[in-house]
């Protein structure tokens, strides 16, 4: 089960840099990072690493699984910023 980014985010960018397979967007040099509120992690290129939720500062980064119920539909908006 991939990674999901919620409500919390504060797109600090951590994230972005810690990600070995490089899912996690708006990147530096994408379209859209400049304006980015939020990041979003591609459920099918994420590997379940862990890395980014360790090193979020500010707790935005569950599991699919463990999503809080609240925020259980940012799996979703994950997913749907990459169908774009």
């Known amino acids: 089960m991939s990674f999901v980014i ?13 990600c070995p397979v490089r899912c ?3 990147a530096p040099g994408e379209p859209g ?4 509120e939020q990041m979003y992690i591609h459920p099918a290129l994420c ?13 935005a980064i569950f599991t699919a699984a463990a999503l809080p119920p609240q925020w259980q539909h940012y799996a979703r908006i994950n997913r749907e910023y990459f169908e774009q």
């Open 24 to 26: 996690i967007s708006p």
């Open 33 to 36: 990072f400049a304006q980015a």
């Open 47 to 59: 590997i379940k690493c862990g890395a980014c939720a360790d090193a979020c500062p500010v707790g």
């Open 6 to 18: 919620a409500a919390p985010c504060i797109a600090d960018y951590s994230c972005v840099e810690i």
